[in-house]
């Protein structure tokens, strides 16, 4: 089944109108979305007896979703030079940014895992 995301965006922003629901929601259903189909094979792996597989979909889906996608949209934001608000407080900025560089630290340049000693 293959749907048109100007559908499916027109769906949920009717929705949201409907519910009268925040605008928040419809980035968190997207989120949502895209997460769901790694999340469904990380929890079916494991009865397969394949743990590597899980633990490489669950870090996977994990990055992609969280720390290339705020990245991109700061990115895109800055390139249009339309504002973009986080809704993060200072300390929680930092504490952002350190995850980047703990994250840049513990999977290097090669992309492999290398723990910190």
Known sequence: MCFSL????LLLD????????PGGLAGFAVALL???A?????????YKNTLQ????????????TIGLTVPAVLLISK????????????AEIV????????????????GRICWPE
């Open 53 to 64: 597989r899980t633990v490489n979909i669950v870090l996977g889906s994990s990055l992609s």
């Open 14 to 21: 009717y929705g949201l109108v409907i519910l009268k629901a």
């Open 6 to 9: 100007k559908k499916v965006a």
């Open 79 to 90: 390139l249009t030079g339309k504002p973009i608000e986080l809704g993060l407080e200072p």
């Open 95 to 110: 504490l952002l940014v350190a995850t980047f560089f703990a994250a840049g630290t513990i999977f290097g340049v090669s």
């Open 34 to 36: 895209v997460f769901s």
């Open 38 to 46: 790694g999340a469904l094979a990380a929890f079916k792996a494991p």
